[in-house]
Structures are given as C-alpha cells and as structure tokens.
C-alpha cells in the first residue's frame, strides 16, 4: 500500500472518532449541567444574593465557555459567576431556569461586563484538581508570563444586635471579597502574593528589569493595572 493511501485510511478511522469525542465532549457538558444531581432554580436575584460582592454581574450577562471538547457554548445562554462557590451559571433564554454548570466539563469561559471581557481559565500549575477558575488578568496561559486572579468571597456571620438590620429588617447575607494573584511563569514556576512591591518584582524577575523600572514608579504596592500592564509587556501584547 502506497504511502498516500495509508495516509487517507488513517485519517478516515482518525477524523470521524474525533468528531465523535468532540461531540461526546459537549454533551456531557450540557448533560451534566442540566442534570437533576445539579442546583436548579428559577431566575436568581443576584443583587439580593449578595451582588457583585459575590457574583460578576447583578443581571445576567452575554458570555461563552469552552467545553472539554472544545465546543462553544454560546449562543441561547446567558452567563453569570458565583464567586462564592466558585461556580458557572447559566440560563437557557428561553427558559426561566438556572443551570450549574459541571466544573470538570468546562476548560474555560468569557463573561461580558458591560465593556469589559472578563477571562476565566483553569490552571492546573496551581490547582492540581484542575477544577478552580482564575481571571486571566494579563498574559497568556501558553505564552511566558501569565497572571492571574483568584478572588473569593465569603459570607459574614450576621450579628442579630445590629440596630441598623433590625430596624430595616435587613438579614440578607453579607460578604467580604479577598483576592491572590499568581504570576504563571514558564522558568521559575508559580509565584502567589495579594500585594507586591516594586523591589519584590524586581528580585522575582531581574531579566525585566527595563519594563519594571519603566512601568512602575513608585516603591509602594504594585496595582492591577501596572501588574497588567507589565505582564502584557513581557508577553509582547
């Protein structure tokens, strides 16, 4: 047999049994968001559940995820995140029901808030379980720096001798949001930190040392938007 032929019979056994994964992939995302062993519920009130200090959004919003198998869920859903749980929801637009979506069947998902495209991706550097998402706040997971945000957030014990609450009738559930960052590098690895100095990023990275004096100007903690900034630079974005 010719090598041309042979090449043509693999790629006939090869092509329909990946579209058939591909397609078994979305599926078992979709099975295993709507499945009965899922949270289920009518339209969350997200501003009475605690908001934006726990969720991405207070309304439903325009997004997309990735499925294990590389399908796009997209059209027909509306998104939003659980910060909390550390969840995906969505909701079918022409159905008034929530769905939880099945960590494991998720790579990763895009929420549009307002103007911005706010990145989650898992990373299995960090979490071995593989089942936590980050916000891809600059970089690249396959490029040489990414950073990224862990932000959690946890509710308050509610103190029954607040006058304010009691006079209001206000018990809703209040929460209090912490965030870690992480900058991914391809040679040194992990570093994790909830604040960094100019001194610090300088020792974790002397080889940019240019960008860092040219990027960030003072000595105090570092904000987002330089951290950003300086992990775009070094990416070459």
Same mark, same amino acid.
């Given at each position: 047999?010719k090598?041309?032929?042979?090449?043509?019979?693999?790629?006939?056994i090869?092509?329909p049994?990946?579209?058939?994964s591909?397609?078994?992939s979305?599926?078992d995302?979709?099975v295993?968001?709507s499945?009965?062993t899922n949270?289920k519920a009518?339209e969350t009130n997200?501003k009475t559940? @605690?908001g934006? !200090?726990?969720?991405?959004?207070e309304?439903?919003?325009?997004g997309?995820?990735l499925?294990?198998g590389?399908e796009?869920?997209k059209? @027909?859903?509306?998104f939003n995140?659980?910060?909390?749980?550390?969840?995906?929801?969505?909701?079918?637009?022409?159905?008034?029901?929530m769905i939880v979506?099945?960590?494991?069947s998720?790579r990763?998902?895009?929420?549009?808030? @307002?103007? !911005?495209s706010?990145?989650f991706?898992k990373s299995?550097?960090i979490d071995?379980?593989?089942?936590?998402?980050f916000?891809?706040?600059g970089g690249?997971?396959?490029g040489?720096?990414? %950073?990224l945000?862990?932000?959690?957030a946890?509710a %308050?014990?509610v103190?029954?001798?607040d006058?304010?609450r009691?006079?209001?009738g206000?018990?809703?559930?209040?929460?209090?949001?912490?965030s870690v960052?992480?900058f991914?590098d391809?040679?040194? @690895?992990?570093?994790g930190?909830?604040?960094?100095?100019?001194d610090?990023? %300088?020792?974790?990275?002397?080889?940019?040392?240019?960008?860092?004096v040219?990027l960030?100007?003072?000595?105090?903690?570092?904000d987002?938007?330089? %951290?950003i900034?300086?992990?775009n630079e070094v990416?070459?974005?």
């Amino acid at each position: 047999m010719k090598l041309t032929q042979l090449l043509v019979l693999l790629s006939l056994i090869w092509l329909p049994n990946l579209l058939f994964s591909q397609a078994r992939s979305f599926r078992d995302f979709i099975v295993a968001a709507s499945s009965p062993t899922n949270v289920k519920a009518s339209e969350t009130n997200f501003k009475t559940a @605690g908001g934006k !200090d726990r969720f991405e959004t207070e309304e439903w919003a325009k997004g997309w995820a990735l499925s294990r198998g590389s399908e796009v869920v997209k059209d @027909g859903y509306a998104f939003n995140f659980d910060y909390e749980k550390n969840e995906l929801y969505l909701k079918k637009e022409d159905e008034d029901v929530m769905i939880v979506a099945d960590n494991n069947s998720v790579r990763r998902f895009v929420i549009f808030n @307002g103007t !911005d495209s706010i990145r989650f991706v898992k990373s299995i550097a960090i979490d071995k379980t593989n089942k936590v998402f980050f916000q891809l706040m600059g970089g690249s997971t396959s490029g040489k720096i990414a %950073l990224l945000k862990l932000r959690t957030a946890k509710a %308050l014990p509610v103190n029954k001798n607040d006058y304010a609450r009691n006079l209001n009738g206000d018990y809703s559930t209040q929460y209090r949001n912490t965030s870690v960052y992480y900058f991914v590098d391809s040679e040194i @690895g992990v570093k994790g930190f909830e604040k960094l100095t100019r001194d610090e990023l %300088l020792k974790l990275f002397p080889q940019h040392q240019a960008i860092i004096v040219k990027l960030v100007t003072s000595k105090k903690n570092i904000d987002e938007k330089t %951290l950003i900034a300086f992990t775009n630079e070094v990416n070459g974005l």
